[in-house]
């Protein structure tokens, strides 16, 4: 199915639903409130392309383009939309968007917001803030569905094509979900980050407009700047900024001026309170500080968007600081810390930025994202209009690009070819080239131990491109849990479409290549590679799938072990590339296979595996016990010769409770710490103890403190959470264990 409801999709969606509907999707799993939605998955895309014929000719044009050439990039970009736009629709497609919009309007024409959600957006070191399109009341089946087209579009806009290159994404692995969502008709709107951007302190900065978040986001307006401080539970600072007009939704979106009221305080201070409660919960479930985009309706907040904030700096021993004070010319909000000299550049619009060479300072009313690639060429950038949160301060963060923004008068204070010097930490332009030296801080350094615990902690993987980031930054003790489901969904076509083809080697080659990127992110430590385990419906957009079987719940369909096994080529190919793998010395790796419900399946897959020429005894070999079947059979299971265990709690939970995690009548039963789930894993945990092979767990539960501590208690080996949990789980599990052996020798006494 092309179409996803918000409420279906979480955090681990990326690759399917894009980073915009993956966050959306995990705030309403946390009570969150956000407007409701759904999402044409990223998938639908490349089957548009693919059934238009228009893969080949896009990619082609991309792979020659020089992007610093702004010309060519303008052109490349006009071509390939073009493309897009010409190109009709699937029926197919249409029907199911135009049956959601029905849907999400309960059969009434409803204003929603048809927002671009790309899979390599919002992540934690890539923002793509403003990079792709979006477009606010849209009303009609007709316009939803033009609008989705031209979303799709944006994918290939300059801004867009420029920033995958400088930020190192192949353009063919970013592809791009469409999120629909009912219009807030926003009386007040506006952006937090729920930690300070620069330096990550707690220290929350919201910035408020009336009327529609357009103005804010597109830096259209100045706006209102609140100072939170988190630990003293106090507002620090509240700069009231003289808002010249507002957007508001009429007949589209129409400017209205404020006049008086736009000297008016935007936010009461219930309003900041509320606003900064919803940001520390989101902030402490991701367990990282958030870019949050707000909107108030009469009593109601909501939450439209929210990202890691990207832009957080580590301490430095030295600071840079100007040796010479000068003449003021200008002052503004210090947007991006960081001092720069050069010649001004007055940018009126996008037709001026190839007139921004290496060094110079670009000065506009506002930036936008098509001005990314002038951003990246300039030393520093000063805007009129913008806050903390404004595209031109983001962006600037990102690329660590000094910046002042909000000088009201930039444009016209500032003359071409003007040498200034640029503080944008104090928020000031300076007249002339000022002596810039370094001066040592006096700072006093703690060095902690890094924190070594007995049971392992380890990281779950989807996207094989991130996995060098992953090892680095989280130092886990290893892979409990590749899913490479998500790398064979990004494929051109269905796996079994390139068997059927007689391209099994090409198909080998393209999965091995992708295990190996983990494999040698983390060597030498385990990563465990679980075949394959996507449900039926997720393969029906590739290429090729048109022949997957309709099932009414696919969760309890053909999935896992069970089709590798009625599919036996596709298993082969797997373990084929496994042994290449292993040949090359990356013994590091383990075979995990999904859905278990008999010893009889774990005898045929070994089998498969050793004709293949997989040597077991070098390796880690394993199941996952996700099925109450595999939990109360465990025994027999291990008889079978397994090496380990991973517990997943997802399916786990809901085949136990015979509750569909994606259905909304019946979610609200979805518990994974209900008592009948515990006692299974403790069962489980008990006689693999007993037995000698080893256990993990790689589930949402295993991300739940209060269930890690218990898991800690009852001996596990290790513990595999998302990434942006490694470290929090990491802490549980060292003071569960301390308090273990503190209570031993207690009982010693």
Not at 423 to 451: F, H, N, Q, R, T
Not at 465 to 490: Q, W, Y
Request: glycine share 8%; net charge negative; aromatic share 6%.
């Amino acid at each position: 199915m092309p179409v996803l409801w918000l409420s279906d999709v979480d955090k681990n969606d990326i690759p399917v639903v894009g980073g915009k509907a993956a966050n959306l999707g995990e705030l309403l799993r946390i009570e969150i409130p956000v407007p409701e939605g759904f999402v044409v998955d990223a998938r639908t895309f490349r089957d548009f392309i693919n059934r238009a014929n228009l893969k080949d000719k896009i990619y082609g044009i991309l792979q020659k383009l020089n992007v610093e050439n702004t010309e060519e990039l303008n052109r490349a970009s006009e071509e390939i939309r073009k493309m897009i736009s010409k190109a009709r629709m699937p029926d197919d497609i249409e029907k199911e968007i135009r049956k959601a919009y029905k849907e999400l309007g309960n059969g009434k024409e409803v204003y929603v917001a048809v927002r671009s959600s790309a899979t390599a957006e919002d992540l934690p070191d890539a923002s793509f803030a403003g990079q792709q399109d979006t477009y606010l009341n849209v009303k009609g089946e007709d316009e939803v569905v033009n609008k989705v087209k031209e979303c799709w579009g944006s994918l290939f806009t300059p801004r867009a094509i420029y920033y995958r290159v400088q930020k190192g994404f192949r353009h063919e692995d970013v592809s791009i979900a469409i999120v629909v969502q009912k219009m807030v008709n926003s009386e007040k709107s506006g952006v937090m980050f729920t930690s300070h951007p620069v330096t990550g302190d707690k220290i929350c900065i919201i910035e408020a407009v009336f009327g529609l978040g357009e103005a804010i986001v597109g830096g259209l307006v100045t706006p209102d700047t609140y100072v939170y401080d988190r630990t003293k539970k106090k507002l620090l600072e509240a700069k009231i900024a003289d808002k010249k007009f507002m957007i508001v939704r009429r007949n589209g979106n129409e400017r209205v001026e404020l006049g008086e009221k736009g000297k008016e305080r935007v936010l009461s201070d219930n309003e900041i309170k509320r606003l900064v409660d919803l940001g520390e919960l989101i902030e402490d479930h991701y367990g990282k500080p958030q870019d949050v985009e707000w909107a108030i309706e009469g009593e109601t907040v909501y939450i439209v968007q929210s990202r890691p904030i990207t832009t957080i700096k580590e301490a430095k021993e030295e600071k840079i600081e100007l040796e010479e004070a000068g003449k003021i010319l200008l002052k503004g909000l210090g947007a991006s810390p960081g001092l720069a000299v050069g010649e001004v550049r007055i940018v009126q619009s996008e037709k001026d930025i190839s007139k921004v060479r290496e060094g110079d300072i670009l000065v506009a009313v506002m930036t936008t994202p098509d001005m990314v690639p002038a951003m990246k060429r300039a030393s520093a950038i000063v805007t009129d209009e913008g806050g903390m949160t404004c595209h031109a301060a983001i962006v600037s963060r990102e690329l660590g690009v000094p910046a002042v923004v909000g000088t009201k008068n930039a444009t016209e204070v500032l003359k071409d070819g003007m040498v200034v010097t640029v503080d944008g930490e104090k928020g000031m332009v300076y007249l002339g080239k000022l002596e810039i030296g370094k001066k040592e801080e006096m700072k006093s350094v703690s060095v902690s131990a890094p924190i070594i615990t007995a049971t392992e902690v380890k990281v779950n993987i989807s996207l094989p491109d991130a996995a060098e980031k992953v090892a680095k930054e989280t130092n886990a003790d290893g892979v409990g849990l590749f899913r490479i489901e998500h790398m064979i969904l990004s494929l051109e076509k269905h796996p079994m479409k390139f068997i059927k083809d007689g391209e099994i080697e090409k198909y080998i080659e393209l999965i091995y290549n992708e295990m190996k990127k983990v494999l040698k992110a983390f060597y030498p430590k385990p990563v465990w590679i679980r075949t394959i385990d996507a449900p039926t419906d997720e393969f029906r957009a590739m290429k090729g799938g048109e022949d997957e079987p309709i099932e009414t719940n696919p969760m309890l369909g053909f999935r896992g072990l069970r089709r590798d096994l009625a599919e036996e080529m596709h298993l082969r190919a797997e373990m084929r590339a496994i042994k290449k793998l292993i040949d090359e010395g990356y013994t590091n790796l383990g075979i995990m296979l999904p859905l278990i419900v008999s010893p009889e399946e774990i005898r045929r897959a070994k089998k498969v595996a050793l004709e293949e020429g997989v040597p077991l005894d070098q390796i880690d070999f394993g199941i996952m016990v996700e099925t109450p079947a595999a939990a109360l059979i465990i025994e027999d299971l291990i008889k079978e010769g397994i090496d380990f265990i991973s517990l997943g709690t997802n399916d786990l939970t809901q085949y136990t409770l015979a509750v569909d995690r994606n259905n909304e009548n019946v979610a609200y039963l979805y518990d994974e710490t209900h008592p009948a789930v515990m006692k299974l894993i403790e069962r489980t945990i008990k006689i693999c103890k007993e037995h000698g092979v080893k256990t993990s767990i790689c589930g949402q539960a295993g991300s739940y403190p209060h269930v890690v501590e218990k898991l800690v208690e009852l001996g596990i080996d290790s513990v595999s959470a998302n990434p942006d949990m490694v470290q929090k789980i990491r802490e549980v599990v060292a003071r569960a264990e301390k308090r273990i052996i503190l209570e031993k020798l207690r009982n010693l006494k």
